[in-house]
């Protein structure tokens, strides 16, 4: 895409804003019915995109993909009158008599960047957000995900209002050419280098933007726990999830020394249980996106210091992009699988002598996007929430959260900024607008020239809320 043509896209999206289509109930809803009708219509067309571009299980392409963006659907169409309702908010005697309230009024005209590992929900449960809003919207689809990114330009130029939801595909180049437009929002998914460029280029024009990144997300084993169910879900949120290709996977493991035998036996067995003594084979695991990510996982395996340490797995499909899930035993700290997202179907596992010193290895990296704790202790859970810094968190279990839609989304420090999902991708998209009312049936002098000591004194009072002092000053306010 040359630059005049996205010039002219955000041009066409800007006039359309203007008219304020976009910002009426009708509008917005039927934009979300529309939406609503493509998942409904074309399930199998989106499952054979997703199988096309990463193998994706027909049970993953539909619980993770088509029923969050179904869900989040009916959840706007029902919300969305008291979500657009403006919020009442109390006074103060500063401004007696009078009313407030916030008003939620859209940005303007935005752009959502999506990612290749849940092209069909990371691309569209943002844009309901921004409809949702009352927003114009362009979104760019993953290009490494092209099957998908072609069906989304062609559901969406079918059944929405061209005028003010556009698709653009393309690269490097359509996507340089999008940044250097003018936005009113921008929300990206994806790696924290691209994050980097899309924050900078956003600078430019003083855009606010939502980054939703990665990171390491930790997984604390207590002892004391009911190992096989957690095993199980911790399978489930790391090769259960696009094969360990999501952001809120499961990165690596920590337990301790005494009970670590016992954890990689028990998740041995249940990955056996689950995808067979050959996994390579078995149709329940996604394949690696692409050459470039299978080539960048298998350097981490056969480094030095982590290949002779597998304990689990290893083996590798080069040609259909598969590696079975792999399980990774006391590696080293400094080696390159410690030290970057691994975003992939391998699980390193730290061991440390007491549980408690599982957290300073967490905060001794970059804050997690998510971290998950396995306890039956009281106390270690109130250290956790306490002392772990993350972008969201659970206790006994792994991933379930982004499904919860009264739950924010959302990273911190390194891992993102700002958060969606539910209410909170309308308010991602709004500017929460304070509106205050006055009538002019009392207009108190003391707040106007010239300012005596008697006016100060009331002034102050009334500031501070404190009623005795403003009886007491009425007197020598004039």
Known sequence: MAVLDAEAAVRELRSTYATGKTKSYEWRVSQLKSLLKIVTLHKEDIIDALRSDLKKPEFESVIHEISVVSASCKLALKELPRWMKPQKVKTTLISFPS??????????????????NFPFALSLDPVIGAIAAGNAVVLKPSETAPATSSLLAKLLGKYMDPSAVKVVEGTVPETTALLEQKWDKILYTGGSTVGRIVLTAAAKHLTPVVLELGG?????????????????????????CNNGQACISPDYVITTKE???????????????????????????????????????????????????????GHRDKFNLKIAPTIILDVSGDSP??????????????TVDKIEESFGVINA????????????DKKLVEKFVKDIPAGGMIINDTVLH????????????????????????????????????????????????????????FLQAVLQGNLLAILRSLGSCW
């Not at 004391?224 to 949120?237: D, S």
């Not at 699988?337 to 730290?350: A, R, T």
């Not at 970059?366 to 039956?376: D, Q, W």
Request: charge should be positive; include cysteine.
């Open 99 to 116: 009313s407030a309230k916030i008003v939620s009024e859209p940005f303007g005209v935005v752009l959502v960047i999506s990612a290749w």
């Open 216 to 240: 390491k997300c930790p997984v604390v084993l207590d002892s004391k726990i009911n190992l096989k169910v957690a095993a199980r879900r911790i399978i489930a949120g790391k090769w259960g």
């Open 259 to 313: 009970f670590v035998s016992e954890v990689v036996n028990v998740l041995s067995a249940e990955l056996e249980k689950f995808f067979g003594k050959d996994p390579l084979q078995s149709k329940e695991l996604s394949s690696i996106i692409n050459g470039h990510h299978f080539n960048r996982l298998v350097k981490l395996l056969d480094d030095e210091e982590v290949s002779g340490k597998i304990v689990h797995g």
């Open 337 to 350: 699988i410690m030290n970057e997202e691994i975003f992939g179907p391998i699980l390193p596992i730290i």
């Open 365 to 376: 990296e970059e804050k997690p996007l998510a971290a998950y704790l396995f306890t039956n």
């Open 402 to 457: 982004f499904l919860e839609p009264g739950l924010p989304f959302g990273g911190v420090g390194e891992s993102g900024m700002g958060a969606y999902h539910g209410k909170f991708s309308f308010d991602a998209f709004s500017h929460k607008k304070p509106l205050l009312k006055r009538c002019f049936a009392i207009d108190i002098s003391a707040r106007y020239p010239p300012y005596t000591p008697g006016k100060q004194r």
